[in-house]
């Protein structure tokens, strides 16, 4: 019922509906407690001495002698303020004083006192008409028993006006909770209309630098740095994503224009009648399938650098074997350099696919930078990868950038490439939890060095024994 209250509300019900509880509790066992201890003032006004009968101070000579005695108080306004005494025999009959008004109906505990199995007792009783009566009776020497009673009305009048007294102050109670659980529910959950107000606005206006007060060290406070951060990060991931596009739509522009250009040198010459050249097309035709090249090895980039993180196979790499793959594939890219490769078993959890992009956008790098008939030496020792060329390097201003989308060095601008393979490297190996980084080598070329966490020895397969 109350998942259609607002949260507000509920708090409000809830809190009403607790103090409710409580108030209902303290007001039975009031009751309760003020009714026990009207009880026990009655039966002590009945079995105090010169309540009533022969042994109590009543003035008669027998216990019997009750039936034959006019009942106490002439006047009947004060009667009802005196006990009644009744005789009881063992065989359960009964006897009152003359004149007495009421005659009490005889239980069974009266009669067992009256043949003396038990002791003086109390009970609640009622009178031949149905009144009831609180009833004391005690044995009597005279070997019969003596029952001294009083109107329950006395207990029953007083505990009827404390309930409604308890009722009365339950409702105001509840009510008064009732009001205090929309003053404390509206003053608590303030912060939280302010986090719901932030939020409405961003997802009407995507103003991802909207941001909420942060004070204090409450539950609310920590809910509005979480909420800071995360539109922080969203902001800063707009962001980047735009600035993949631009630099993305920078770097196709010069590729398609360059290929439009051709294209259409092409079609003009068939449509005006004047064919281009056998060696000049042969030439077009190679500049074509170029910069499709060139077209298809950017898009596959991008999309690589674009793949969500989820969809990784993560799992354990033999990164020795990842490395062997890696040196295979970039040999036919470079004829003439040598690739000296030496590694040593290693074994990491990752993405096998990525780490071997990673190695051969490194390998093409060092291959491409190489001059003729140079090497390319990879060291792989203990989780420590080196990769180092003899090319002319990279300069020192330069290197806080080489990890950087679509960016390229002044001197490689002419090559082909996209300026995306250090950046797919890069994202590559952190994914793994390792790092990477670019230097001189000794002796002129470019180190990369990368380090990446993980174990000599494959991990022991776990086996599950079944019954």
């Not at 609640?124 to 009083?150: C, I």
């Not at 929309?182 to 003053?187: E, F, K, Y």
């Not at 030496?377 to 950038?401: K, N, Q, S, W």
């Not at 080598?441 to 174990?455: F, K, N, Q």
Request: glycine share 12%; with cysteine; proline share 6%.
């Amino acid at each position: 019922m109350t998942r259609h209250l607002s949260l507000r509300a509920r708090l409000a019900v809830l809190t009403s509906f607790a103090v409710a509880v409580a108030v209902a509790a303290c007001a039975v066992g009031c009751w309760f407690v003020v009714r026990g201890r009207l009880i026990d003032q009655l039966d002590q006004s009945l079995s105090r001495p010169g309540a009533g009968g022969p042994s109590g101070g009543g003035g008669f000579g027998g216990a019997r002698d009750i039936c034959d005695k006019p009942s106490q108080g002439g006047d009947d306004r004060f009667r009802q303020f005196l006990p009644t005494l009744q005789v009881v025999e063992p065989d359960g009959s009964s006897c009152s004083a003359q004149g007495a008004t009421q005659t009490l109906k005889v239980a069974p505990s009266d009669i067992q006192v009256a043949q003396g199995v038990r002791g003086a007792t109390f009970r609640d009783g009622e009178t031949t008409d149905g009144t009831p009566m609180r009833v004391f009776t005690r044995p009597d020497p005279a070997g019969v028993a003596v029952s001294t009673a009083r109107p329950l009305t006395q207990v029953t009048d007083s505990l009827n006006s404390l309930a409604l007294l308890l009722v009365a102050v339950a409702a105001v109670g509840v009510l008064g909770a009732a009001v205090a659980g929309l003053l404390i529910a509206r003053a608590g959950l303030k912060p939280v209309d302010r986090l719901t107000d932030a939020v409405e606005h961003i997802a009407r206006t995507e103003d991802l630098a909207t941001t909420i007060p942060e004070g204090g060290k409450d539950e609310i406070a920590r809910l509005s740095r979480s909420f800071n951060s995360m539109t922080r990060a969203l902001a800063g991931s707009r962001d980047r994503q735009q600035q993949l596009i631009v630099d993305a739509g920078h770097e196709l522009r010069t590729p398609l224009t360059s290929l439009r250009t051709n294209v259409d040198l092409m079609l003009r010459s068939e449509t005006t009648g004047r064919p281009l050249p056998p060696g000049d097309k042969a030439r077009l035709l190679v500049n074509v399938k170029a910069q499709l090249v060139e077209l298809s090895s950017l898009v596959g980039d991008l999309l690589d650098l674009s793949r969500a993180e989820a969809a990784s196979s993560l799992g354990e790499v033999a990164l020795h074997e990842v490395v062997d793959n890696a040196v295979r594939r970039a040999r036919p890219r470079g004829p003439s350099i040598r690739i000296d490769a030496e590694v040593s078993p290693w074994y990491v959890r990752g993405d096998a696919a990525s780490l071997e992009r990673a190695f051969v956008n490194l390998l093409d790098n060092a291959v491409k930078f190489s001059p003729p008939g140079g090497t390319v030496t990879v060291r792989l020792d203990e989780g420590e990868l080196t990769v180092t060329d003899e090319g002319p390097g990279i300069p020192a201003e330069d290197l806080r950038y080489v990890f950087d989308r679509f960016w390229r060095s002044p001197s490689a601008r002419g090559l082909p490439g996209s300026g995306l393979g250090l950046a797919i490297a890069a994202r590559a190996v952190r994914e793994t939890g390792g790092e990477i980084r670019l230097g001189a080598a000794e002796g002129g070329g470019t180190s990369a060095w990368l380090r990446l966490p993980g174990t000599p020895a494959p991990a022991e397969p776990t086996f599950l024994m079944g019954g």
